[in-house]
């Protein structure tokens, strides 16, 4: 499975980003998806996770109210909309998805930029 994130960039406080997370190969194998961050000198941390059916979410709750997890099967993608962005949210933000047989598989990353 590859993963391509895409989305990121640079964008003002209380602003808004939505990050792609294309998956290609061996998709019908993927269960859990979600998402990470890793801001300078911090260690990485989730952000958000979404069921394979999409149907049970969860979030950090530095972005519960702000960040929504989705995904499209059909088109093998998954999303984050984030929205009322932070300075702290400034962090190079990863998809991982989990595959059938427990294997773990990770994009190469997008990097989101909040700036005052």
């Known amino acids: 499975v590859q993963l391509v994130e895409s989305g990121g960039g640079l964008v003002q406080a209380g602003g808004s980003l939505r990050l792609s997370c294309a998956a290609s190969?061996?998709?019908?194998?993927?269960?859990?998806m979600g998402w990470y961050c890793q801001g300078p000198g911090k260690q990485r941390e989730l952000v958000a996770s979404?069921?394979?059916?999409?149907?049970?979410?969860n979030y950090a709750d530095s972005v519960k109210g702000r960040f929504t997890i989705s995904r499209d099967n059909a088109k093998n993608t998954m999303y984050l909309q984030m929205n009322s962005l932070k300075r702290e949210d400034t962090s190079v933000y990863y998809c991982?998805?989990?595959?059938?047989?427990?294997?773990?598989?990770w994009g190469q990353g997008t990097q989101v930029t909040v700036s005052s």
């Open positions: 979404i069921t394979s059916s999409g149907g049970r979410t």
């Open positions: 991982y998805a989990v595959m059938a047989w427990g294997m773990m598989y």
């Open positions: 190969g061996s998709t019908f194998s993927i269960n859990a």
